[in-house]
């Protein structure tokens, strides 16, 4: 057997499995179901160069999810903010969200579009509860507590009781702690939703006796070696043998969180809900702003644009003396 017949042969088999083990993958695996997820995420274009397979796997109708997209920034290093806004909600509406209302994109000088600017996590959680929790936002902001000190004393006083903190979505999606690219603003947003989620079990295990009490579970996109990140498709091995051995399909707690979750992408256009033609599409129709040369290489040879495996941060609740005002 000659090398080009070797060849031919791995051009035929390698999609074919890859195609196989992605039904497989789609019918069989742990999924999040009726969640209200967002994903967290620091310039446009995020949600289609990296978390592509998720967005489209969790948006399926059949899930009941409800997915929505925060963006702390414009993408404005350039002056493009407006056209990379709209951009964004184009992106998002490919990738299978119910409305570009669920969009959402700060532009703040807090969050400046940097590559040697790293963001405050405290700003980000600030964020994260503002929109998501807001009965955290007085115990966790020195401002607002000291403006309404006086009407808590009052109401403390009259025997009523604090309002608990029920956040509004269930799960967060984001990077890791290495930001997949090293990019400061990714690696900011680590640190902030896990500072938010841990003030969010705080404050609902002090205020809250359920043991239904409410959650947030933070899920994050691992970054990989070179090799594994720019080899596409052939990632698909390695993921799967990760997720087997760090969670598997038994390692599930008794509220359906899993503790890894892989998504893949089907390679044949147009089939299925997520096909990787929509990923590209997502990227070469929407986000047209950001398709130089290089971009081109990246959706055809990086694993992020066909896998995606986002593992369950361990989070810790906050100290309980950060979240208490003072008498």
Known sequence: MNYLTLLGLCAVIIPSLYIYTSSIVATRFPTLRNKRIVLLIAHPDDEAMFFAPSVLALTRPETGNHVKILCLSSGNAESLGPIRTHELLQSGTLLGLRSSSDIFVIDSPLFPDSMTTYW?????SSVL??????ELVEDTNPAVASSTRSRTQKKNKGGQKRKEVTPTIDTIITFDRYGISGHPNHISLYHGARLFVSQVLAATSSSSSSSNKPTVDLYTLPTLSLFRKYSGILDSLPTLLQWGLSAGFMNKDKNERPKALVFMNNLVPGEGWASVDKAWQAMTRAHKSQMRWFRYGWIGLSRYMYVNHLVREEVE?????SLKKED
Do not use: G, T
């Open 120 to 124: 405050d996590p405290e700003q980000i």
């Open 129 to 134: 509860a503002s929109a998501f929790a807001p």
């Open 317 to 321: 609740p906050a100290a309980a003396a």
